[in-house]
Nanobody, 116 residues
Framework: QVQLVESGGGLVQSGGSLRLSCAAS????????MSWYRQAPGKERELVAY????????SYAASVKGRFTISRDNAKSTVYLQMNSLKPEDTAVYYC?????????WGQGTQVTVSS
């Protein structure tokens, strides 16, 4: 079954850290770039970070640059998002996504809540 499954969300205090994981199955993970998005209540979904299929190329939203790190392990078909120095405005549902065979494949999302 082709799917993405996120994990690692939770409640953390401002300044804390979390690491999100997204496990892929049912397709050749190493052939596709991967992205993390987030959606806060009442806001549009926004791109947080991207990593190329080899992991060589990465990019970040300005709001998270220097605090978040995207990485991947192709042997485990998993992409990660290390989030440090978390702020209350990082509170959102975080989704991983890839684009393959002409359509977007999304995970179900994982909730991240940062308390002040």
């Amino acid at each position: 079954q082709v799917q993405l499954v996120e994990s690692g969300g939770g409640l953390v205090q401002s300044g804390g850290s979390l690491r999100l994981s997204c496990a892929a199955s049912g397709f050749t993970f190493s052939s596709y770039g991967m992205s993390w998005y987030r959606q806060a209540p009442g806001k549009e979904r926004e791109l947080v970070a991207y990593i190329s299929n080899t992991g060589i190329s990465t990019s970040y939203a300005a709001s998270v640059k220097g605090r978040f790190t995207i990485s991947r392990d192709n042997a485990k078909s998993t992409v990660y998002l290390q989030m440090n120095s978390l702020k209350p405005e990082d509170t959102a549902v975080y989704y991983c996504k890839t684009y393959r065979l002409g359509y977007d494949l999304w995970g179900q999302g994982t909730q991240v809540t940062v308390s002040s």
